[in-house]
Structure formats: C-alpha cells, structure tokens
C-alpha cells in the first residue's frame, strides 16, 4: 500500500499534520528516529512526575484558534510562568517589574522605580558619548541601568550564549519585558499553560489512530527511497542533513541537562529559578512537579525531580536545538531554503527543515494554516 504522506519527525509539527491529514481522510506514516514520539515536548515520567526531558515547555499564545484546537485534544490547565532569579542567594523576581525594583532597591512606587531607572539610563546613555547601540551589553544598560544589568542579565547572557555581552547582538535582549506594575508572569500572551497529563498526552491524541515508527533514522532506513512509499513527503528532520550537507554544516547551540531525584516534596517552591551569576555554571534549575502540581498536591507527592541546565556548544551527536542567527548560518539556511523549494512533493517545517527558533504554537499556527490550504477547508 502506497501512503498519501510520509511524515519523518512526529514532533508537534509532524504530529499536527498528521492528525490533520487523517481528519482530510489520507493515510499517513510518521516515522522517529528517537525511541519515543513528541520530539522535544516530550516528557518521562521519574515518581509519578512528568520530567520534560528536552528542556521545560510552557505552551503560551494569543491565537485563539491555535489554543482551542490543542484544548480539543487535551485541556491545559492554569500554569502560569513565573520564573526567580537566585543572584549570589539573593532572590529577584522576573520578567523586570516593580517586584524585582523593590527588591533591587527598595522603591516601592511606579514614580520611585522609573526615577530609579532613569538615573541609571542617564547614566549609560552619557557613556555611550553620542555613538550608536551596537551591542547587547550597551542596549540593556540603557533599557534598564547598571545594577540590573549586573545582577540579572550579564552573567546569565553569557552563561547562555557562550559570549560577552559585549560581543553579542542587541536584539536579544529586547524580548524581556520591563513592567511598572505587581506582574509576575513572564509571558504576555492570552493563554498559557501545560497540558493536564502531561505534554505526551497531546502527541497521543494528536497521532492517535495514526502508524507510528520510532527508532527509525529516515536516511538510515529503506524509506530513503520514500516515493516508492508514499506520495509526499514531510520533512522535519534539520535541512542541511537532507541535503548531505552539501553546502557546508549550519551550526546550532544545544543544551544539557543533568536530572535527578530529591528526596523531599518540594525543593525550590517553583518551576524556574533562573541563576544569574557565574557562581554556578548551570544557568537554571527546574522543578518539573510545579508544572502541573498545585497547592496540597505539591506535598502529596512525596519526592520531586530537579534538572540543572547547561548552555552548550553544539558538537556532532548531541541534540540540535537553537539555530544561530550570524551572518554565516542564516545565508547558508538561505541557500537551503533556496535548495527545498525546488524538491517535488516534499514539505520542509518546524524548527529544523526551517532553520528557524520556533515557539510551539506557532508551529501549530503554521501547520492548522498549511493544512487548511492543502486539504481545502
Ligand atoms: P521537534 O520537536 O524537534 O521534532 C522533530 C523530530 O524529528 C524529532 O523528534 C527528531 O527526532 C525527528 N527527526 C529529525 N531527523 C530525523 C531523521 N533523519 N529521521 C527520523 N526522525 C528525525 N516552545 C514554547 O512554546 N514554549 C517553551 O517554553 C519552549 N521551551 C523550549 C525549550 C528548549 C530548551 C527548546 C530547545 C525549545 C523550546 N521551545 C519552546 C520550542 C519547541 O521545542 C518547538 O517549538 C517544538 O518542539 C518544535 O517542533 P518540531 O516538530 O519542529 O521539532
Ligand atoms: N535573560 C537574562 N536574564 C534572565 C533571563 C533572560 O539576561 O534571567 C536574557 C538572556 O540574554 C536571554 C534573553 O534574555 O538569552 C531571552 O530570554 P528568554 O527567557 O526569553 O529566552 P529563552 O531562554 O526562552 O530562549
């Protein structure tokens, strides 16, 4: 039998189109050359806790359609993402608002904050002696002010990407909100949350009723020769790969994590603690429980998990997960793209056949769309 799609990857965007595809009435196969399906959003279980073994995932959105779709397969429930910053033992709350600005320096009114921070940008705007912003360092310090700089964004920016402030680009930095209210949540979006069961509980529904083989490398399989399979291909695997690496290797940044078991209910009180110095070289800690336990829940489950995160060069057998964005890479991904486009019945997504850092529900959002146009509403 000939299958209408073979589908390599059963990451969200392999799992969103299949389950699509099959609602269209056309036969898929989803192949995986992990042993497990989800790609990065899935999660093992370690003492009856969901540990997301690919770094934490918080599903966060304004797009309506996007968040009703994954709650028609799973509901989410009311995580919301509040992450602390441990600064030499002292703890700051984060994004950048008037909880971080009391603790920082003990203002405890909106006027008292920004006249804080003015002084501060004064400060670093005079320094920059009329030359344009032309990195990350000079860019926070004259967004937020030298204290804040230092004890929450230097040494965390550079743990994070292997470089000084001083040598990378600015717009990185712009993405951290800085509030003058009480507002702990770090996302601004509409909707936030985890799936209630754990994210393996959407790939579940989505690929369910769907023929799934996992521990099967596309380019290391009789699948190879996919046309005598199926009569179009999705391919989410890294594009350079498909290619033989013909044009040269992209470079990615990975992450590692070192996971293990407390023997105590609750070890940090929350999800995320972020850790702003080089004193630890990790930079940060998640308590996997707090995702999807609240309140008594915390302390009727006796143990809790714990993964230390480390920011890491990519070398070759270790999990590519950030693309990176320097002029090298993105022409390169460029010529790629150029490459894909010429490829019949193939369909390049997601993160790795794109190039291109995602969050998850627009790799939804790409999906529901693409699929709505090939399967003609
Ligand atoms: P993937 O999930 O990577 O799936 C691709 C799949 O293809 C993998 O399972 C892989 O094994 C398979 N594959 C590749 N090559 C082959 C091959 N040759 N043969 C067979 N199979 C192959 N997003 C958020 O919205 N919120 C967050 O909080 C968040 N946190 C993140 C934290 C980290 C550390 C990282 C790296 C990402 C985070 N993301 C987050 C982004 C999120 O992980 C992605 O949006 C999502 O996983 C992308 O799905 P995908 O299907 O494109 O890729
Ligand atoms: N950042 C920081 N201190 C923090 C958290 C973030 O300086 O405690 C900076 C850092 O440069 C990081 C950027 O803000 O690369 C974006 O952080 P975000 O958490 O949005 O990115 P993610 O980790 O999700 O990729």
Not at 56 to 73: L, P, R
Request: glycine letters at 6%; charged letters at 25%; hydrophobic letters at 35%.
């Amino acid at each position: 039998m000939k299958y209408d799609f073979l589908i390599v990857g059963s990451g969200l965007f392999g799992a969103t189109f299949a389950y699509k595809a099959k609602k269209a009435g056309k036969s898929c196969l989803v192949i995986d050359k992990r042993p497990h399906l989800g790609g990065n959003v899935y999660c093992e279980n370690i003492e009856g806790i969901n540990v997301h073994k690919y770094g934490a995932h918080i599903f966060h959105t304004s797009n309506k359609e996007v968040w009703d779709f994954v709650n028609s397969i799973v509901k989410f429930n009311r995580y919301t993402n509040c992450p602390m910053a441990n600064y030499k033992d002292k703890l700051y709350n984060l994004p950048f608002n008037m909880n971080t600005f009391y603790q920082m320096w003990g203002v405890t009114t909106p006027e008292q904050a920004q006249a804080k921070i003015e002084e501060q940008k004064a400060e670093a705007i005079a320094s920059l002696n009329g030359k344009e912003l032309s990195n990350l360092e000079e860019q926070a310090l004259t967004l937020v002010g030298k204290d804040i700089f230092e004890k929450l964004i230097k040494d965390y920016t550079e743990k994070q990407w292997g470089r000084s402030c001083k040598d990378l680009p600015a717009f990185i930095i712009k993405r951290l909100p800085v509030r003058f209210v009480f507002d702990n949540n770090y996302f601004n979006d509409t909707y936030q949350g985890i799936p209630i069961g754990g994210y393996n509980k959407l790939i579940d529904g989505l690929l369910d009723g769907i023929e799934c083989k996992t521990n099967l490398d596309f380019f290391n399989s009789e699948y190879i020769d996919w046309q005598k399979f199926a009569d179009s291909l999705v391919y989410t695997g890294a594009i350079d790969e498909y290619f033989g690496n013909s044009l040269g290797k992209l470079d990615w940044r990975t992450v590692s994590f070192k996971t293990r078991v407390e023997s105590i209910p609750n070890y940090q009180g929350n999800a995320v603690v972020n850790y702003t110095s080089h004193e630890q070289p990790y930079t940060r800690v998640i308590e996997h429980k707090h995702f999807e336990m609240f309140g008594q829940a915390v302390y009727e489950c006796q143990k809790t998990v714990v993964s230390e995160e480390y920011s890491l060069e990519y070398k070759e057998g270790l999990e590519p997960y950030y693309p990176v964005n320097n002029d090298r890479n993105n022409i390169l991904a460029e010529q790629y793209r150029k490459l894909a486009e010429q490829e019949k019945n193939v369909i390049f997504g997601g993160r790795l056949a794109e190039y291109k850092y995602y969050d998850m529900a627009p790799i939804i959002e790409t999906v529901l769309s693409l699929t709505n146009q090939l399967f003609d509403k």
